[in-house]
């Protein structure tokens, strides 16, 4: 099939079903597309066609994946996806547009990533309704995403003046006089991001804000439900300036993606998602350095001193936002005894208040699941739960790809809905007797992501952040609770290095030194 150069803005997009973009509409490139692809959907003459971008040109392949709104299952747009060809093309790409990207000045690679920053701004309404349409977002959470978005780039940009090093004495042994070493991170060369479907804008900048940031070329494989936000991105980037030779954007299967994982051209891969497939590709990665931040099951403890109006309204919040579908969502509550049932009852309170429902509506706090198959599985676990003794306060109930929100009582640590992650609005409460025993209980899954504890007493602070096998201690919050500049990550099953702009270069580059000898053997 063709492929065309991307020289602007103008091939951003143009939303042919669903809400209308309010302004200024961006002109999209449509193809028609007659022959049936591997997948067996078609070109939808009234859909807006994406093509993958490999080295900086969108390529329209034929194979094409209908993305369709998980609220009411309608078409929403088609997308190309880059077969094995492709993918090697895009690595091959990247490896040569490197050499473009390692001689960026810090200046350069600041002022690429503010200028998308300032195209992510101005595009934000269009960016927020795509986020809606493609991921079941409710349009106030996406546009929270979008500003996240733009905050990651922003920071990445800032980043990007402050890779420096340090002086280290290297004369600390006789015969070594004089002598001094100087260190620099360097960029490591090709990265591949992998972003999941939860988090389709706000993910993908946390991968190419830190690439850009440290000089790297980057290929960016998207959710296979959620391509077209990190497609516009891919765009913006090229148009802000970045080396197009080192950008490729690949939608595609994730079997097909695993030849980007062993394509020992691939210097770092940057994985956000399950925790089957994210182990699962590290084993496959052979040498190339791998960041891991996979899922979990958050717990938050509330213990009797808590305030717990303000507890509850954080849990709701945390439990029920984007319909769950967050690696560090509330899904285990563990409350002391002398207060439990005020906090379910607060909680369930809060959960009834909640609306469900179409997400383009503004009142909507709650939006549909990504797929129905999501919702069997989470209400699966509802009702192995119950069977088992736990008791449905509220919810445990689904409308198509709409789950209510679900609150779960009597809930212990032998159930699949304490140990395993839920990844939907449910909210499970259990109890305790001392906090040794909450925190023994946080601790009780495989998973090591995120904790949020409810306590006025700063000795079971110190203590929580000691014992707690977790990469973050929210202290009174919940465990959802990020800003994108924090260093993010978790221990245990829930992954390996640390997202955060900062934190992330750390992980793209590498640490080198150079030795100096003064006198260098003159008399």
């Known amino acids: 099939m063709g492929q065309q150069s991307i020289k602007s803005p103008s091939f951003l997009l143009g939303c042919a079903t669903g809400p209308q973009p309010t302004g200024k509409t961006i002109n999209a490139a449509r193809t028609k ?24 040109e969108e390529r329209f392949t034929g194979d094409i994946r209908t993305v369709r709104f998980p609220f009411t299952g309608e078409p929403f747009a088609c997308v190309h996806q880059a077969r094995e060809k492709d993918l090697d093309d895009a690595v091959a790409s990247a490896a040569r547009g490197f050499s473009a990207t390692r001689e960026l000045s810090g200046a350069e690679r600041y002022r690429i990533l503010m200028a998308l920053s300032d195209l992510v701004r101005k595009e934000s309404e269009n960016l927020a309704r795509v986020l809606v349409m493609e991921g ?101 980037l090229l148009s802000a300036g970045f080396p197009a030779p080192a950008l490729s954007v690949v939608p595609c299967p994730g079997g097909r993606a695993e030849r980007l994982v062993q394509d020992d051209r691939v210097s770092f891969i ?88 179409d997400p383009r509506r503004g009142e909507t706090t709650v939006g549909p699941m990504i797929s129905r198959e999501a919702v069997e599985k989470a209400l699966g676990m509802v009702r192995e739960a119950q069977a088992q003794g736990a ?18 009582s009597g809930v212990t640590p032998g159930m699949r809905l304490f140990r395993e992650e839920v990844f939907a609005p449910v909210v499970a409460i259990c109890s305790y007797r001392d906090f040794s025993e909450a925190l ?13 504890l409810f306590t006025r007493d700063i000795n079971r602070i110190l203590e929580a952040f000691a014992e707690g096998e977790f990469g973050g201690v929210m202290v009174n919050d919940v465990p959802t609770f990020r800003v994108d500049h924090m260093p993010y990550g978790g221990e245990k099953a829930s992954g390996l290095g ?22 260098g053997g003159s008399r």
Not at 34 to 42: I, L, Q, V, Y
């Open 391 to 408: 008791q449905v306060v509220t919810g445990g109930r689904a409308d198509g790809t709409l789950m209510y929100p679900t609150v779960v």
């Open 440 to 452: 023994s209980l946080a601790n009780a899954t495989p998973y090591g992501l995120q904790m949020g």
């Open 136 to 236: 079941g977002k409710t349009i106030t959470f996406a546009r929270s995403e979008v500003q996240r978005a733009i905050e990651t780039l922003r920071v990445s940009a800032e980043e990007a003046k402050r890779l420096g090093g340090e002086v280290i004495p290297l004369d600390w042994t006789p015969g070594n006089e004089k002598r001094f070493g100087i260190t620099r991170r360097m960029p490591l060369g090709v990265v591949v991001g992998i972003v999941p479907f939860n988090f389709p804008l706000n993910l993908a900048c946390h991968k190419i804000g830190p690439a850009v940031a440290s000089g790297n070329a980057v290929v960016l494989k998207p959710a296979t439900a959620t391509p077209v936000s990190a497609l516009m991105l891919g765009k913006m």
């Open 33 to 56: 597309i007659s022959s049936m692809d591997s997948t067996g959907d078609r070109q939808d003459p009234g859909l807006t066609g994406h093509g993958c971008i490999v080295g900086g």
């Open 270 to 357: 940057s994985f956000t998602g399950s925790a089957e497939v994210g182990w699962a590709l590290r084993l496959k990665a052979g040498r190339k350095r791998v960041s891991l931040e996979l899922g979990g099951s958050a717990p938050v403890i509330v213990h009797e001193d808590a305030d717990i109006a303000f507890a509850a309204s954080r849990i709701v919040q945390g439990g029920f936002s984007n319909a769950g579908q967050v690696c560090i969502s509330v899904q285990r509550v563990l409350v002391h005894e002398a207060v439990h049932d005020q906090v379910c009852r607060e909680v369930c309170r809060g959960a009834k208040r909640l609306v469900t429902g």
């Open 498 to 519: 640390r997202e955060g702009p900062r934190y992330a270069i750390e992980e793209m580059t590498v640490l080198r030194l150079l030795s100096f000898n003064p006198e």
